[in-house]
């Protein structure tokens, strides 16, 4: 998750989530990646649903410390178990680029869904190949993210400006490390250009801005 992309989240966490209810946040990770390697989660999405008195249930395919419920979401018996929950709120946060079943994981989160369930979902708009541990380089736009979801419609929806790639890449550099390496890049980038286009291709992220298509849908 960006960080502007989860300013986004404590926005509509603010706005829709309801004193005290279960929350369900699928394909969460660990609990070292939410506090440690992205602590903006824990600060505006996690904190922001204790605040209201929230129950969050992590859930993941693998068993971690933080993973409340491992199971695979598009398996019948786990969709049962999950729906049995009557979750308010289901957050799916960076995980569909990264999934070969795509189709049927959105059918799944559909059916977890009760009528007064609340479904937030972001993926990325602009941002390079990155695995975990593929990358399927869905990309969509908020028609295309909405076409993945039969029976839902869409209460709020926003393409999430998330600043430079480069600046973004690079945010635990010290400042001076940061302006050397951009220059090296720039001028690796100027020569790739004429002798390499496929390193041409990597290298012009760092000049690029990225972003995050964020929405949150309930049934229709």
């Known amino acids: ?36 390697e992205q602590p903006y989660i824990k600060t505006n999405l996690l904190d922001q649903l204790t ?14 410390d933080g ?9 019948p018996a786990f969709i049962a178990e999950l729906k049995q929950l ?30 007064d369930t609340l479904l937030i979902i972001s993926v990325p708009y602009s941002f390079p190949y990155h695995e975990d541990p593929i990358d399927t ?7 295309e993210l909405k076409n993945e979801f039969n029976g839902l419609k869409m209460l709020e929806g926003e393409i999430v400006n998330c600043g430079g790639f480069y600046e973004f890449n ?20 100027g020569i790739s250009y004429l002798t390499n286009k496929e390193k041409f291709k990597r290298l012009e992220w760092n ?7 964020c929405a949150i849908y309930q049934l229709d």
Not at 94 to 107: Q, Y
Not at 207 to 213: G, L, P
Request: hydrophobic share 45%; net charge positive.
């Open 207 to 213: 000049f690029k801005t990225i972003s995050a298509t």
């Open 137 to 143: 380089m869905f990309r969509p736009n908020l028609a």
């Open 67 to 75: 993973v409340d419920l491992v199971g695979d979401v598009t398996n």
């Open 1 to 36: 998750m960006l960080y502007e992309e989860s300013l986004w989240f404590k926005k509509i966490i603010q706005k829709y989530g309801q004193e005290g209810k279960l929350v369900l946040n699928i394909g969460s990770s660990t609990k070292e990646f939410i506090e440690n």
């Open 86 to 115: 009557n979750a308010s709120m289901i957050i799916c946060s960076n995980l569909l680029e990264h999934l070969t079943i795509r189709k049927e994981f959105c059918e799944a989160l559909v059916k977890i869904m009760n009528k």
């Open 170 to 189: 690079n945010k635990k550099t010290p400042k001076l490390i940061k302006i050397i390496n951009f220059i090296k890049i720039l001028l690796a980038a």
């Open 51 to 64: 605040s209201k008195n929230c129950v969050v249930k992590n859930i993941d395919l693998k068993q971690a």
